[in-house]
DNA sequence: GCCAACGTTGGC
DNA sequence: GCCAACGTTGGC
């Protein structure tokens, strides 16, 4: 079981969105690094950090579990939404995207700058310099230890 | 709103 | 294949 941080602006999805839908297909995603991920190794039973960024609390929010995986993303495929891309087909897909089923709100947010204050978080790749990826793995230390934290 | 750090696009 | 111009992300 892999551990992934998915980024979300709460102004379009919010974790409280993801507690009113129970599950959501995590869509739009136009990375090649990150279609990668999904499409590859983001696996069914995987546990996810939800992080809201560009908000008033930036931070950690949450928790959310795979419950499939390397899904075409349908949104590549409409015309009518903004993430329509005409050089993804049906048939060989550009885009990938998974779906997730709602696990936990904190009460708090983890915010990011005390994530920053942790020397075990250091190395995370979400504070990486130039890290702007939208998925990003964490590791089961990571894991564990932010989930300490938010106890 | 600013801007650093990327990623993408397209002319050559 | 190079690289300038442009677009996006996201913290501050």
Same mark, same amino acid.
């Given at each position: ?88 087909? #049906?048939? $060989?897909? =550009?885009?990938?995207?998974? !779906? &997730? +089923?709602?696990?936990? #709100?904190? $009460?708090? =947010?983890?915010?990011?700058? !005390? &994530? +920053? ?35």
């Amino acid at each position: 079981m892999k551990h992934w941080l998915f980024k979300t602006e709460p102004t379009s999805y919010s974790i409280s969105d993801l507690q009113r839908d129970k599950k959501t297909l995590w869509t739009g995603i136009r990375n090649y690094q990150v279609r990668n991920f999904l499409r590859d190794e983001v696996k069914v039973g995987d546990r996810i950090l939800i992080y809201h960024s560009s908000s008033d609390e930036i931070g950690v929010v949450g928790l959310a579990e795979v419950i499939k995986e390397s899904i075409p993303d349908p949104t590549a495929f409409d015309k009518a939404d903004s993430h329509f891309d005409p050089k993804s087909s #049906k048939e $060989k897909p =550009t885009w990938f995207c998974c !779906e &997730i +089923k709602f696990v936990k #709100k904190f $009460k708090n =947010t983890l915010l990011l700058k !005390e &994530i +920053k204050q942790h020397q075990e978080l250091f190395e995370m790749k979400l504070l990486q310099k130039g890290s702007r990826l939208s998925v990003t793995p964490v590791t089961k230390s990571e894991y564990v230890y932010i989930l300490k934290l938010v106890d």
